[in-house]
């Protein structure tokens, strides 16, 4: 199957998933709990989770999968062969609290590559999609990230982990980007976040976060000429691509710029 095909039945797949969470937001009947004691799951992130990877099964068997709630520790996987990574519900606070930044997140990636990103965003009717080396699109049309030359006239987004211990520390990067930039946002969707940065809604994104919040998105982000990175090296072993720890993506003019504002704040707070 070609590449182009695998984006369009992703893209089915996403479309499916999205009908069955704004079903979901409509008659309310989903419960919620918590893992780790403070990341709210609800059962709508599940039931997501387990149509995308029965659809998966059904149209690329065989294939290893990494998804948030079925499947959440990426050690058990070959992170240099192929797998699909999949947020069946990017936001879920969001979800459940009926706010509209909300996203079902697919990507495939293969030999540590990511080779396409779905991202679609059920409640905002925007569907962002990119093939590797082929350009980003929102609702077929071609995007392009900011041209942002200054960070003082930069939007930026972040985000903060659930466990509140974590917090602490970040905020010295939060004010210090606060200090030179526009203004900051935080919208409680990395996949959306870095859409909104591959459009140029945003001139920048950081956080650290997981592979299934990311992946798709930093895919998009890339190919519409957004300059993606880390803040630090990347451990051996691990690619690029599926390292979640410190990313940076922004308007290619600004990247140094910020990136030596955050490496700043950290020394700071050492």
Known sequence: MSLADRLEEAVDIAHRAGRTIREARANQDFQQHYKKGSELVTDTDVAVDTLIAESLEQRFPGEPRLTEELTPDRDDFDLHDTLWVVDPIDGTVNFAHGLPHVAVSIAWVKNGHTELGVVHAPFLNETFTALRGSGAYRNGERIRASRATSLARSLVATGFPYNRDSRPPL???VSAVLMHCQDIRRNGAAALDL??????????????????????????????????????????????????????VTAPDIHGELTELLQRADEDRL
């Open 195 to 248: 859409c909104d940065v591959a459009c140029g809604r945003l001139d920048a994104y950081y956080e650290s976060v997981s592979p299934w919040d990311f992946a798709a998105g930093l895919l998009i982000a890339r190919e519409a000429g957004a300059r993606t990175g880390h803040l630090y090296p990347c451990p051996s072993g691990i690619p690029e691509d599926l390292y979640g720890e410190n990313i940076i």
């Open 171 to 173: 905020l010295r990067r």
